[in-house]
């Protein structure tokens, strides 16, 4: 039998866990920050820096911003369905493949336009200050890739989490919720009569079950 509130315990305890990595991260974050400022100051190589750090983000949030958000539902799609789930690490690992070529290619057509890009985002730059910010462009530009890997990564690792925040629901549900009290004043969550559990199903995430 399962224990009363082990779901919710579950459920909590992953919420405590994504608050402190999240907490630390800013503080990881502000640190960075500051120990820039501390030991280079507001000053142009500062400035240069700055700027060819920002480009390789915004390459990646405009080409692979969407790698997680498909990620998630067609992973979950090919594991739902019994036809498709023995291509699911096949699928998985050509995503990986397409990921890190697509980025190259982006990233080698990206080395010729870095001055152009540095202009873009900082035009008012001098001419040294712009070389300096170009040549930095250069050296961090493979950044992208990683980049792209940790979407790639982060997309089966929450979809992973996915399914087991998924059962803690179910478990919290059956142990301090009636089922059919809940279903009856939900009416967009959908339900399990099998399992006798409820829970939201979370529109572009789970696919719907076929009728």
């Not at 699911?88 to 990921?99: A, D, K, R, Y």
């Not at 929450?158 to 059956?174: D, G, P």
Request: net charge positive; glycine share 6%; charged share 15%.
């Amino acid at each position: 039998m399962r224990k009363p509130g082990r779901g919710r315990q579950t459920v909590a305890r992953a919420a405590a866990v994504v608050m402190v990595v999240t907490v630390l991260s800013k503080l990881l974050g502000f640190g960075r920050e500051a120990s820039l400022a501390a030991v280079f100051g507001a000053t142009r190589v500062t400035d240069a820096y700055l700027v060819a750090m920002v480009i390789p983000g915004l390459l990646f949030s405009v080409v692979m911003s969407a790698i997680t958000t498909v990620g998630i539902p067609v992973f979950s799609e090919y594991l739902h369905q019994e036809e498709k789930r023995k291509s699911f690490l096949p699928l998985v690992w050509s995503c990986f493949h397409i990921i890190v070529f697509f980025l190259l290619i982006v990233c080698v057509a990206a080395f010729p336009l870095t001055p152009w890009l540095v202009k873009l985002l900082a035009p008012g730059f001098g001419p040294e200050q712009a070389a300096l910010a170009a040549t930095l462009v250069k050296i961090v530009l493979p950044a992208i890739v990683f980049m792209g890997l940790a979407g790639w990564a982060q997309g089966v690792v929450c979809f992973e989490v996915f399914r087991t925040l998924k059962r803690a629901l179910r478990n919290c549900s059956h142990n301090s919720l009636s089922s059919e009290s809940v279903c009856s004043k939900l009416k967009p969550v959908v339900v399990c009569p099998s399992e006798k559990c409820c829970y939201p199903k979370i529109f572009g995430i789970v696919p719907r079950r076929k009728s």
